[in-house]
């Protein structure tokens, strides 16, 4: 099926690929720029930041989640143990401090 669009003008269907409306003769409309450029491509050092900062937060939401699956993994008796769910709560918790730190060391260091 053929890409098609509205005509802004006359309001019928015409192939996209068309540079004028065959019904009423109005060229096609510029598309619109809904982001600005310089905001949207930032330079290398702005990306390697907000990526860091992504990962800091990521680690800090895996340290939150790894406490909650250790508590859920806790067995109540004599001698308290962990459930599978447990040992992966401590997984969680180490790798989420591994992150956290080490994305805070690189914003730090810049």
């Known amino acids: 099926m053929a890409r098609t669009r509205k005509c802004p003008i006359c309001k019928r269907t015409v192939l996209a690929d068309r540079e004028n409306c065959p ?3 109005a060229p096609r409309p510029d598309p619109h720029r809904w982001g600005d450029p310089d905001r949207d491509n930032p ?3 702005d990306r390697r930041r907000l990526a860091l900062c992504r990962m800091r937060n990521g680690g800090v939401v895996m340290f939150l ?4 699956l250790m508590a859920n993994g806790m067995v ?3 001698t308290p143990h962990l ?13 989420g401090t591994v992150s956290y730190l080490w994305s805070w060391k690189m914003l730090r260091n810049g």
Request: glycine share 20%.
């Open 76 to 78: 109540p008796e004599p």
């Open 65 to 68: 989640f790894g406490i909650v």
């Open 43 to 45: 330079s290398g050092p």
């Open 83 to 95: 459930n599978p769910i447990g040992g992966v709560g401590v997984i969680f918790i180490i790798l």
């Open 23 to 25: 019904y009423c003769d």
